[in-house]
Structure formats: C-alpha cells, structure tokens
C-alpha cells in the first residue's frame, strides 16, 4: 500500500535515517549529528531507525521520503544499510517512500550496487546525492554512468544544495568543501539526462537565485524547502514559490535536525497564498511521486 494523500496532511520529502534496527544503532548518531543539532539548535537529537521514523510520522499523520547518506571511506556500523531501508519503508509503505545513497565516487562499484537494489527493491523512488560530503561535482562526467542507471529506471535524483550544517562551526568546517554543492552544476546534469526528475534539496545559499533559475529553465528540476527554518527564506524563494514556481516546491524537513512541527508553525507564518500552501506541503510530491488518492 502507497501512500494516500487523501489519508495525510503533509509529505516531507528530506528525512534522514541515522541508526540500523539490525545493529541496535548508535542512538546518538556520533559525533557528526551531535554537531549538526548543535548548529540547528536542536537540542538532544537521537539517531532514528526506519521503523522509528515511520512511528513518528504515522502519529502525525503525515508521509516521509526516507535515506541515509553514503560516503565512501567512512562506513558506519550503525548506520542501515539502502536495502535495510528500503525493506522497512515497504513494510510501512502507507507513510514512506525510500530513496537510496550511493557515493557516485565508488565508480563501477556504486553503479552495480544501485542496479542491484533496483531489482532487488523496486520500491526505491529515487537516489540521494550529497555532493559536499562525497566530493564531487553534479555535472563530473565520471559518475555520469550511476544516473544512466536512475534514468533509465524511471527514478529521482535529489542534490543536496547551497549551505550545509556538515561539519558547520567544526575545525576547517569538517573538511567539507561548499563549491561542489552550487545548483548551476546539476543543469548540466538535467541537460544531459533531460527525462529524469531531479529534486534540488534546501534553499541554495548563498546561490539561491542560481536554483530558482534552473527550476524555472528545466521542467524536470524540483525545489524542496528543507534543511531551514522558513523564517530563514529569502524574499525571491517566498515569491516563486507563490508563482512561478508553485507546482515545483515542496515541504521537507531535514528531520531529526528539524522537526516538521517546528517547520511547519515557521510556515504558517510566510505570506503563502492559501491556494499555494497544500501544493508545497503536499500536492507536488503526491504528483511527482506518482501517488493516487485525491
């Protein structure tokens, strides 16, 4: 069973998964989560499984696109895996949709893994890609071969955009290099597979002008308003999404780093026109990801 959206008030299309139910999970996420909920005040985050993350959301009546993120080099015991992932989502499939990560600088490795998930979980929607994290740019031709293989199966890719709160405040901000993440790079990437849906994840400081362009410029390319709070959107990003731009943007999180509840009441605050708000909060996923209900 897919998601309704008759049956929910919101999808969030940016949740993280942090902990793997088959190892017991590092409930505190390690260092780098601990630091991020520094950086977003926070408070004490704990590192969710996907059967945590489906509870939470199911009791607020709300759908999730859940992922871990994958780095190569830094394998995480506790972390769950794309297939553990994949398999907990389908059991809970009438709240969350799965993506997978895979760090397209593993090369022929990662393309065989991502073919071999998508036969072996079909329920997969899309790939998640954090181009700071895994040191690339988008539009390197060197991993082109791993989005041959999303294409070609009809699935997303979601680009983490702009700004991160990885390594943010830390020594050297964690090694984190910010010029993978500018979203001119990924219109190369919808230029070149010009059929598959991309999602450029968070508003894109400090190019969001650059992410509003390519939305506008590319018919495939998707905005979701994760990663802050919305009393953080610049005035452009409001005005788009309100025009232009309405049936492209959409709600998301960040979660657990930001909690839909604390998101959700910083909406309610924008100047959104009321016909706009329940495509954002959910109207644009359900039809992106092919969801049927009302």
């Known amino acids: 069973m897919a998601i309704d959206p008759g049956a929910v008030t919101a999808i969030d299309v940016h949740v993280h998964v942090h902990a793997s139910v088959?190892?017991?999970?590092?409930?505190?996420?390690?260092?780098?989560?601990?630091?991020?909920?520094?950086?977003f005040k926070a408070g004490d985050v704990r590192a969710n499984t996907t059967r945590d993350i489906a509870a939470y959301y199911r009791e607020r009546n709300m759908g999730a696109v859940v992922f871990g993120v994958d780095v190569k080099g830094q394998r995480n015991e506790h972390a769950a895996s794309n297939a553990e992932i994949a398999e907990l989502a389908a059991e809970n499939a009438d709240v969350l949709i799965p993506f997978a990560s895979i760090d397209p600088t593993r090369g022929a490795d990662g393309v065989r893994e991502a073919k071999e998930l998508l036969a072996s979980h079909p329920g997969i929607r899309g790939f998640k890609f954090h181009p700071n994290s895994q040191?690339?740019?988008?539009?390197?031709?060197?991993?082109?071969?791993?989005?041959?293989?999303?294409?070609?199966?009809?699935?997303?890719?979601?680009?983490?955009?702009?700004?991160?709160?990885?390594?943010?405040g830390t020594r050297g901000g964690g090694g984190i290099r910010l010029k993978y993440s500018n979203p001119m790079h990924v219109d190369d990437v919808a230029v070149d597979f010009p059929d598959m849906p991309i999602i450029l994840a968070h508003p894109s400081f400090p190019w969001q002008d650059e992410a509003l362009s390519v939305a506008l410029h590319k018919p495939t390319v998707h905005i979701d308003l994760s990663g802050w709070s919305p009393k953080y959107f610049p005035p452009q990003l409001i005005q788009y999404a309100n025009t232009l731009l309405k049936d492209k943007v959409m709600f998301g999180s960040d979660y657990p780093v930001i909690t839909p509840e604390r998101w959700l009441a910083d909406f309610d605050k924008l100047p959104v026109k009321p016909e706009v708000r329940p495509l954002i909060l959910k109207d644009n996923a359900a039809r992106l990801f092919g969801l049927g209900g009302e």
């Open 22 to 39: 088959r190892s017991g999970g590092a409930k505190d996420g390690g260092e780098t989560l601990k630091d991020m909920a520094a950086y």
């Open 135 to 168: 040191g690339f740019f988008p539009n390197d031709r060197e991993v082109y071969p791993l989005y041959e293989v999303i294409a070609e199966h009809g699935r997303i890719a979601l680009f983490h955009t702009g700004h991160t709160g990885v390594g943010a």
